[in-house]
């Protein structure tokens, strides 16, 4: 069996490609899918552009995407504890928790920080002059912060709670 440390360092690696993947994919297909990541004045120019009228997600939309991301992101984190050797709600969460925030970490510091604020392929048409706005970082820090608390917590939770009955059973 695999050292702990070496499982975890492999897992996470796996879980950041798949998440930047994920990201480049979808801004590839659509880049106005990630409308909330906007800072506002660009947001406001969107709205005012008659091609991104129609394009703009709606909170409803918005909202049933990211339940729908967080319940395949539990399901892979629990296998993922579970592969690692969680067999108890508390094991998972931990394991859980480490995972999200390594792809989090690296969300806010390289997908947000390198190649969102400093324009690796991220401007959007008709919002070019907004160059000021595409560079602030604090927004992204605090996108961070309520990633860890909100979106962290409530995914590692409901992957330990997908791990627990199995322990019982193991």
């Not at 050292?3 to 930047?20: E, G, M, N, S």
């Not at 552009?49 to 984190?77: C, H, M, N, S, W």
């Not at 931990?94 to 510091?109: E, F, Q, T």
């Amino acid at each position: 069996m695999a050292l702990p440390h070496l499982t975890f360092i492999v897992q996470a690696t796996v879980c950041r490609a798949l998440f930047t993947a994920a990201i480049l994919a979808s801004r590839h297909h659509d880049p106005v899918v990630s409308f909330r990541t906007y800072p506002p004045a660009v947001q406001e120019r969107m709205r005012a552009r008659p091609e991104y009228a129609q394009q703009i997600p709606t909170d409803a939309k918005t909202v049933g995407r990211k339940i729908a991301a967080a319940f395949v992101i539990a399901t892979a984190l629990a296998t993922a504890s579970r592969l690692a050797g969680a067999r108890d709600a508390a094991s998972a969460l931990a394991w859980s928790l480490g995972l999200w925030s390594a792809v989090n970490l690296r969300d806010a510091l390289v997908i947000d920080t390198l190649w969102f604020c400093r324009g690796w392929g991220y401007r959007l048409p008709g919002t070019e002059d907004l160059e000021a706005e595409y560079r602030k970082v604090g927004r992204h820090r605090v996108d961070f912060l309520k990633g860890e608390v909100i979106g962290g917590l409530a995914v590692s939770l409901a992957a330990s709670g997908l791990i627990a009955p199995v322990g019982y059973v193991g």
